[in-house]
């Protein structure tokens, strides 16, 4: 299938205020997530490697100990296994691609 409508896709809220509809394609997962203004992401890690990618609004990531806010346009790289924990600002949109597939985000 390759062509996809997002909205056709199944959403569901992942961490209080972050609903998210996943792309699957054997290797990857594409997340795009509506994250509600105020909404936070705990401190974890995991074995995926991430890039998060701001559409729209102004998201703060630390990783590793590091804080940015990051806005439509700036693009964060956090490798497997580094801590790494969110707070959206405002309200936002964002996709994070993770290597090797979410199996946890199959929904």
């Known amino acids: 299938m390759p062509f996809i409508d997002l909205e ?18 054997g290797t990857t997962t594409y997340m795009y997530w509506k994250v509600n203004a105020g909404a936070e992401v705990p401190a974890h ?10 559409l ?4 703060e990531l ?3 100990g590091q804080t940015k806010s990051l806005e439509p ?3 964060a790289v956090i490798p497997s296994n580094v801590k790494h924990s969110g707070r959206a600002v405002t309200y936002c949109e964002l996709l ?4 090797p597939e979410r199996e946890d985000y199959k929904f």
């Open 8 to 25: 056709s896709l199944n959403e569901k809220e992942v961490f209080p205020g972050y609903k998210g509809r996943a792309i699957h394609t």
């Open 96 to 99: 994070d691609v993770f290597y």
């Open 56 to 59: 729209q609004g102004i998201f």
């Open 73 to 75: 346009g700036k693009v």
């Open 45 to 54: 890690s995991h074995k995926h490697e991430q890039v998060v990618n701001v």
């Open 62 to 64: 630390t990783v590793d």
